[in-house]
T-cell receptor, first 112, second 114 residues
Framework: QKEVEQDPGPLSVPEGAIVSLNCTYS??????FMWYRQYSRKGPELLMY????GNKEDGRFTAQVDKSSKYISLFIRDSQPSDSATYLC????????????FGQGTRLTINP | DTEVTQTPKHLVMGMTNKKSLKCEQH?????MYWYKQKAKKPPELMFV???????INESVPSRFSPECPNSSLLNLHLHALQPEDSALYLC?????????????FGPGTRLTVT
């Protein structure tokens, strides 16, 4: 079993829809969580990061962490064609080296 | 400014060549990373430098040789690569201190080994 599971998609939704992207994890030692957006042939761009359970909002993006269920989500409101990309969840532990464990990434397409 | 720069953007090299990838950041970050990313896969950690010292080597073949000349620069020296080493090579940096773990990635160098 992988430490982090993420549905690879592809996921295709119409413009303006609310998008929900999810990851589950098995290692309860993970304490910080990040979401990256990666356009084709580009480097990952840090979208959201959080160090605690609960919700964190930034514009159209909301990151949600439920440590008791080992489940994290990224919600995108009013989705735009420019949001079409691969979304990667990543997480790590406070102790030891700063190693991020990534999900497989979800390919998202927003259709005009 | 959360910018990490990488040069070159593209590199084609033969299996007998020696080349280097360069990464630079001016955010005062003290941890720097090299990742390798194959198509449709997540980034795969290769090396971590913390305060200019190598802290993690993820059992990477010796044909990849990292170097951290100072706190802003990170190099990856390449020698006698194989075609399967063709990939996007990403550099990242983070503050390197407890309480701040966000990693910022550069645009990557797309490497093709012929």
């Amino acid at each position: 079993q992988k430490e982090v599971e993420q549905d690879p998609g592809p996921l295709s939704v119409p413009e303006g829809a609310i998008v929900s992207l999810n990851c589950t994890y098995s290692n309860s030692a993970f304490q910080y969580f990040m979401w990256y957006r990666q356009y084709s042939r580009k480097g990952p761009e840090l979208l959201m990061y959080t160090y605690s359970s609960g919700n964190k909002e930034d514009g159209r993006f909301t990151a949600q962490v439920d440590k008791s269920s080992k489940y994290i989500s990224l919600f995108i409101r009013d989705s735009q064609p420019s949001d079409s990309a691969t979304y990667l969840c990543a997480m790590g532990r406070y102790q030891g080296a700063q190693k991020l464990v990534f999900g497989q990434g979800t390919r998202l397409t927003i259709n005009p | 400014d959360t910018e990490v720069t990488q040069t070159p953007k593209h590199l084609v090299m033969g299996m007998t060549n020696k080349k280097s990838l360069k990464c630079e950041q001016h955010m005062g970050h003290r941890a720097m990373y090299w990742y390798k990313q194959k198509a449709k896969k997540p980034p795969e950690l290769m090396f971590v430098y913390s305060y200019e010292k190598l802290s993690i080597n993820e059992s990477v073949p010796s044909r990849f040789s990292p170097e951290c000349p100072n706190s802003s620069l990170l190099n990856l020296h390449l020698h006698a690569l194989q075609p399967e080493d063709s990939a996007l090579y990403l550099c990242a940096s983070s503050l390197g201190q407890d309480g701040s773990y966000e990693q910022y990635f550069g645009p990557g160098t797309r490497l093709t080994v012929t």
